[in-house]
Nanobody, 125 residues
Framework: VQLQAFGGGLVQAGGSLRLSCAASGRTFSSYGMGWFRQAPGEEREFVAAIRASTITTYYSDSVKGRFTISRDNAKNMVYLQMNSLKPEDTAVYYC???????????????????WGQGTLVTVSS
């Protein structure tokens, strides 16, 4: 499985960005998918996850109500719509795949097997 994240960039506080993640693999529709981020000097942290069902989603408290994760299984794509961006959202954002699902551990990096290369999001104040 290969993942490629793109769509990052520089945006002013209050603005929006949409991240995309393209995934390979013939059984993508069965993967649990997630987005994580890592700011300089910080540990990688959970942002959002979506189950294979496309119905069940999870968010960290820091992004709930501002970010939306979605997926298009026909296109092998996962998206992260980010609205009302804040300077503290500045980080490298990674998409991740759990081909066998992640159970209740959707927020833990070690529940995911495959990772994309990351895309940088910078939010200016």
């Amino acid at each position: 499985v290969q993942l490629q994240a793109f769509g990052g960039g520089l945006v002013q506080a209050g603005g929006s960005l949409r991240l995309s993640c393209a995934a390979s693999g013939r059984t993508f529709s069965s993967y649990g998918m997630g987005w994580f981020r890592q700011a300089p000097g910080e540990e990688r942290e959970f942002v959002a996850a979506i189950r294979a069902s496309t119905i069940t989603t999870y968010y960290s408290d820091s992004v709930k109500g501002r970010f939306t994760i979605s997926r298009d299984n026909a296109k092998n794509m996962v998206y992260l719509q980010m609205n009302s961006l804040k300077p503290e959202d500045t980080a490298v954002y990674y998409c991740a795949a759990a081909p066998h699902g992640y159970g209740g551990n959707y927020y833990q990096p070690n529940a995911y097997t495959y990772w994309g290369q990351g895309t940088l999001v910078t939010v200016s104040s």
